[in-house]
């Protein structure tokens, strides 16, 4: 279908009056303007209609005090209380907020408090007119004219002069004044009332309903009574406003930029800064009824109370509708608007035919083929002729003189229209584009998707805007090889050009830009502060801003030069749904038709010294894995630095949050991450709630923020760590690392433990064996060899008795058997007790080396001595290795002292040491030798090497003449 069906079917009615803010001087003069209010009513969640008190929270939302309770307001819903929730009454007079965000009523009958979601009573049996806090955080009210403070949850009374107290009220820099009657103003300094400014009598005897302190004047005070109000300025009081006709006046307040404002029985009054006045009331978009009060938000906001309408709210003057002319209703679908040479306005609607504006006065086009139809376009050529869509009577052309039909009627109806730039006029049905010019006409089709919009590049060159991206016609054809892959599947609405970049209007994917040089692609979204992702109209003014008509309002965009991109206006928007390329730069303004009238842009318009979005983490809920009555809900009241600790079975996480932007709730966006799981923020979501289940143990911050209008709230944040459990610490860990290394190395050990203990056992069992057999060995030798050793002896000595004695060749041969047997015999013996394991101790080892060096040294003339034998040594058991060493080492040096030292004393001592080893000094009184010069012999070099054998050390020391000493060190190598 054409997207001007689709946008028929969206007519319906919007809740917000679309009107407009004071311009006091415009071109465009059609009706009575109309101002720019959102009411707020029953229908959307007032408890009651009649508002008496307005109060801001820190979290930006509003406190709504009135006949039928108080109401928290977002900018979305409300949350409402009353007697039936704990209120003390539900006439609500006064609200406050202290530091620790608790929200305090004053009502009918006491003071009510909200702490954590519950209302309970702080004070009961006397109404309470005012609520406020001064700059110490200390609450101070008004009850039956009498001051009090709040001390400790307690109401303390205090005096001022004995006089009743009408209002309290505090300056910018949070100062408290007084109003007491028939005295003046009293100023809280230093804990005592002292008086501040003394009023002349005519005033004190009104009541003065509420003090005002000037915002951008110091020492300036503005005094509401019922009867009109005065200004005080530098101790001089004069009046300020008073209208004939206005017998009582409810409220005062001022705006962000200065200007001033009055709540009356009729009404509320706007005075600019310049003094020119305008009365808000039924005629121009407020309300006829009283206006109770008025209020400044934080945002910058003018909020309205009109008694029995619930709120408005002032949508700024950057928006102006006309709907109304002379009695006349021209609320109507506006489908197109195009001026003439005369600039003339011609409007099409979509279910009235065609409207002409001439500057004087509206007239409705009555020709048969306009008459009560559907306009799908209204258009201006560059010579001024204004051409016409018609429902079911084709195209038609008025040169300022008449009118003629151009097209005759076709299948389907024409939705937009376009000339290039050699004058040729290109008309797009819903299949086909005809080209028309000099009396020819051509018609190009097979277009994939439904046309559109149009817009002629260059000579050769056209873009067609369809439901499935542009199609580049040239030369009259179908350019098939051309593509913008980003507008694959995009349905373009319009089709304009600023500088290099061509701009696209969407159904649903916002505004796209695409650069002619560079290719460069750029898209527009809500997230960017557009209104709505629904574009249906373009526009470019004097000072080179784009404008776009949404779905929901009508956005400025400005071109940053060095960004290379777009950035949206910041203004009040206008919530009204634009139709398509029903948009015109005319006089200094840009006109966009929506489905409702016509609406003025200024295209001038300053830009509003707003706050960013304001967003509060609400509440988190912690579900427990197992045990649901486990389950904890944490309202953090101002509290996300804090860090909480939940235990491991506590990770599933529900955290609900909430932005409020009172300027245009319905654009809040939110965009999250958990750090520790998440890497980035998430894309901008509407959702107010997060869930995160199955969390691993570990710390995490939540943060969040909102986005609004392409601004940026402040980031909330929620920390939390989760507990592992004592299997999943890292001390757990380590310690069962160890663990499992001590089991690992024990179980090696036992392993190495049990192989050693068998070796050992397997050696032991060797070693008896061994032990057997040299002691078998030993026996069997020493039977064998002994007798036959002394057998050779007895026939020696035979045979020698038989041998004559002359015959001593033989007698000195039988000498020598008898002598080598003899040798051999104590050679035997020798190997004998190396054999025998009884030998294989210390003690029997020196013990043999004793006997040896006794044996050697007798009938030498050498004394021979062997000190430090001790019968303990017999417990060092050795082996047969060392034992033979050590034996052949001493009987080798022995020897050597014998032969070359011509020593007449040896002696040999026995010497234990701390260090577990045993040294063994050999000392001759010899004649001893020069070491640098003396040649070692074989018997030396033995010594050596044999004491390398069973790892001990051999020094030697000698002096020439003086004798020779030599030890060996050793350490013994015990078997058991």
Not at 264 to 271: C, P
Not at 632 to 651: E, H, P, T, V, W
């Amino acid at each position: 279908m054409l997207i001007l069906y689709y946008m028929c079917s969206k007519l319906s009615i919007i809740k917000v009056n679309f009107i407009v803010s004071f311009i006091l001087l415009f071109s465009l003069k059609l009706s009575a303007q109309s101002y720019n209010f959102t009411n707020y009513s029953l229908k959307d969640g007032l408890p009651q209609s009649q508002v008496m008190v307005i109060f801001q929270a820190k979290d930006r939302t509003l406190w709504l005090g009135t006949f039928g309770g108080v109401s928290n307001f977002d900018g979305r819903q409300f949350t409402s209380y009353s007697k039936a929730d704990g209120l003390g009454s539900n006439s609500v007079n006064c609200i406050v907020e202290d530091n620790q965000r608790q929200v305090l009523f004053g009502t009918e009958t006491g003071i009510s408090i909200l702490k954590r979601g519950k209302i309970n009573t702080l004070f009961s049996g006397k109404g309470v007119s005012h609520l406020l806090k001064d700059k110490l955080g200390i609450i101070w009210g008004i009850s039956e004219y009498k001051l009090f403070k709040i001390e400790k949850d307690k109401i303390v009374f205090y005096s001022i002069a004995g006089k009743s107290i009408h209002t309290i009220n505090s300056d910018s820099a949070g100062n408290l004044y007084a109003v007491a009657s028939g005295k003046g103003i009293y100023q809280l300094k230093n804990n005592n009332w002292v008086i501040y400014q003394e009023l002349p009598p005519a005033i004190n005897t009104l009541s003065i309903r509420k003090l005002l302190f000037d915002k951008t004047v110091k020492n300036k005070v503005y005094l509401l009574t019922h009867r009109g109000i005065y200004v005080m300025e530098n101790g001089t009081v004069k009046p300020f406003f008073k209208k004939t006709g206005i017998d009582t006046y409810y409220s005062i307040a001022q705006d962000h930029r200065g200007n001033m404002w009055v709540g009356s029985e009729k009404g509320a009054y706007f005075i600019n800064e310049n003094g020119s006045i305008i009365n808000f009331n039924g005629e121009n978009g407020l309300s006829d009824n009283q206006v109770n009060e008025i209020f400044s938000d934080a945002e910058n906001n003018i909020w309205i109370s009109c008694f029995s309408d619930g709120i408005y709210k002032y949508e700024g003057d950057a928006f102006i509708r006309y709907n109304r002319f002379k009695g006349k209703n021209l609320a109507y679908p506006i489908s197109g608007i195009a001026a003439d040479k005369n600039d003339n306005l011609w409007f099409g609607t979509f279910n009235k035919g065609v409207f002409r504006y001439d500057g004087k006065d509206v007239q409705n086009v009555d020709i048969p083929a306009f008459k009560d139809k559907k306009i799908y376009f209204v258009y201006a050529d560059k010579s001024k002729n204004i051409w016409f869509s018609t429902y079911g009577n084709g195209i038609w052309k008025y040169d300022g003189q008449k009118f003629s039909q151009v097209l005759k009627p076709d299948r389907f109806d024409n939705s937009s229209i376009a000339e290039d730039e050699e004058g040729g006029i290109w008309i797009n049905g819903l299949m086909s584009s005809t080209y028309l010019k000099d009396g020819k006409t051509e018609r190009i089709s097979g277009f994939d998707g439904y046309l559109s919009c149009i817009y002629p590049l260059r000579k050769d060159s056209v873009f067609l805007g369809t439901s499935n991206g542009v199609t580049l016609i040239k030369n009259k054809k179908i350019d098939k090889t051309f593509r913008i892959k980003s507008l694959t599947n995009v349905y373009v609405l319009s089709i304009i050009k600023q500088g290099d970049n061509l701009i696209f209007a969407t159904l649903g994917d916002g505004i796209i830009t695409w650069n002619l040089k560079t290719k460069t692609i750029k898209r527009y979204v809500i997230a960017n502060g557009l209104n709505s992702n629904d574009i249906y109209s373009l526009a470019t003014d004097n000072e080179n801003n784009l404008w776009a008509g949404t779905g929901r309002g009508i956005n400025k965009l400005t071109f940053n030069k060095r960004q290379q991109n777009y950035e949206v206006f910041r203004d009040h928007p206008l919530i009204v749904e634009c139709n398509q390329n029903a948009i015109i730069n005319y006089k200094n303004s840009i006109l966009v038709g929506t489905i409702n009238g016509l609406i003025q842009c200024k295209t001038n318009v300053l830009t509003e010294n707003k706050k960013n979005p304001f967003i509060r983490i609400q509440q988190v809920s912690v579900f427990h894995k197992n045990d649901r009555a486990k389950d904890i809900s944490i309202d953090l009241n101002g509290k996300g630095d804090k860090f909480y600790k939940l235990n491991y079975s506590q990770n599933h996480v529900s955290i609900s949050f909430k932005g409020v932007y009172l300027t245009n709730p319905e654009s809040v966006l939110y965009r999250y991450k958990l750090v520790g799981v998440d890497n980035d923020f998430s894309k901008p979501v509407p959702n107010t709630e997060i869930e995160y289940s199955a969390i691993r143990p570990g710390s995490y911050t939540f943060q969040v923020y909102a986005i609004a209008n392409g601004q940026q709230s402040n980031v909330e944040q929620f920390s939390f760590t989760i507990v592992p459990p004592y299997y999943d610490t890292i001390i757990f860990k380590i310690i069962a690392f160890l663990a499992l290394i001590f089991l690992i190395w024990l179980i090696f050990y036992l392993i190495f433990k049990t192989r050693e203990r068998k070796k050992y056992q397997l050696e032991k069992l060797k070693l008896k064996e061994q032990e057997k057999i040299r002691e078998q060995t030993a026996e069997d030798f020493h039977d064998d060899i002994g007798n036959k050793l002394t057998r050779i002896n007895v026939l020696s000595e035979i045979l020698d008795k038989k041998v004559a004695g002359t015959e001593k060749e033989q007698k000195e041969l039988i000498r020598l058997i008898r002598e080598n047997a003899s040798l051999l015999y104590t050679g035997t013996k020798d190997i004998l007790w190396a054999l025998d394991p009884h030998s294989d101790n210390l003690f029997e080892i020196l013990m043999h080396i004793k006997n040896f060096g006794i044996d050697l040294f007798q009938n030498t003339g050498v004394t021979f001595k062997m000190e430090g034998v001790l019968s303990k040594y017999q417990k060092l058991h050795l082996s047969m290795e060392f034992n033979r060493n050590l034996t052949l080492i001493f009987k080798e040096m022995l020897n050597n002292v014998l032969k070359h030292a011509k020593a007449t004393q040896v002696l040999i001592m026995v010497i234990e040491t701390d260090h577990d080893t045993v040294n063994i000094l050999t000392t001759d009184d010899g004649e001893g030798f020069d070491l640098e010069t003396v040649q070692k012999g074989r018997g030396l070099n033995n010594i050596q090497t044999r004491c390398k054998r069973i790892k001990s050390t051999f020094q030697i020391s000698s002096i020439k003449g003086k004798g020779t000493t030599t030890t060996i060190s050793t350490r013994i190598p015990v078997t058991k």
